[in-house]
T-cell receptor
Framework: GAVVSQHPSWVICKSGTSVKIECRSLDFQATTMFWYRQFPKQSLMLMATSNEGSKATYEQGVEKDKFLINHASLTLSTLTVTSAHPEDSSFYIC?????????????FGPGTRLTVT | GENVEQHPSTLSVQEGDSAVIKCTYSDSASNYFPWYKQELGKRPQLIIDIRSNVGEKKDQRIAVTLNKTAKHFSLHITETQPEDSAVYFCAASSSYIPTFGRGTSLIVHP
């Protein structure tokens, strides 16, 4: 089956620093990838849609200058949390869709636990 | 946009009992309804899905039903086991972007 990886699996950083999270589709190409944020005991909240070769599409309320997304190749999307603050501490998950007829199945990465101190 | 409601938020059952989780959606254009199981600190895993041209689908102890007219779909788990304990999310999509329910924490007591 399709595999999506994320790196790192967890990271601790100091307030004010930036953190980059990578999302890779290992055995398929993904022109689109999605980035989610999940707070404890809550659902997955879509942050942005990453588009290969073009700008990302951000959901309402998500600061594009704070959460920088780059999708430079068909297998890699990166999310950079800039000037991180404790409230950015969360579980970040990416997914990549594979179309099947008129629908798309999502393949999720294992997630990245970010803790900002 | 799509709005997905999921109930209950917590479900506690005894091993061997059945568990039912229900979701409703608002966008009549939604045509794909996956269900995910997420264990603590891990990625969501697809356990079953159903498309809008099907009313019911079953895979061993897991089944999903869809009522397009009423815009609701349900997950049924029979003969629950302790390893079924996890958070379950429903989702609905009409494009490549799913909208998730809030999740149901299923606890199966041995």
């Amino acid at each position: 089956g399709a595999v999506v990886s994320q790196h790192p699996s967890w990271v601790i950083c100091k307030s004010g620093t930036s953190v980059k999270i990578e999302c890779r589709s290992l055995d398929f190409q993904a022109t689109t990838m999605f980035w989610y944020r999940q707070f404890p005991k809550q659902s997955l909240m879509l942050m942005a849609t990453s588009n290969e070769g073009s700008k990302a599409t951000y959901e309402q309320g998500v600061e594009k200058d704070k959460f920088l997304i780059n999708h430079a190749s068909l297998t890699l999307s990166t999310l950079t949390v800039t000037s991180a603050h404790p409230e950015d501490s969360s579980f970040y998950i990416c997914s990549a869709p594979i179309s099947s007829g008129r629908v798309a199945e999502q393949y999720f990465g294992p997630g990245t636990r970010l803790t900002v101190t | 946009g799509e709005n997905v409601e999921q109930h209950p938020s917590t479900l506690s059952v005894q091993e061997g009992d059945s568990a039912v989780i229900k979701c409703t959606y608002s966008d009549s254009a939604s045509n794909y309804f996956p269900w995910y199981k997420q264990e603590l600190g891990k990625r969501p895993q697809l356990i079953i899905d159903i498309r809008s041209n099907v009313g019911e689908k079953k895979d061993q102890r897991i089944a999903v039903t869809l009522n397009k007219t009423a815009k609701h779909f349900s997950l049924h788990i029979t003969e629950t086991q302790p390893e079924d304990s996890a958070v379950y999310f429903c989702a609905a999509s009409s494009s490549y972007i799913p909208t998730f329910g809030r999740g149901t924490s299923l606890i199966v007591h041995p």
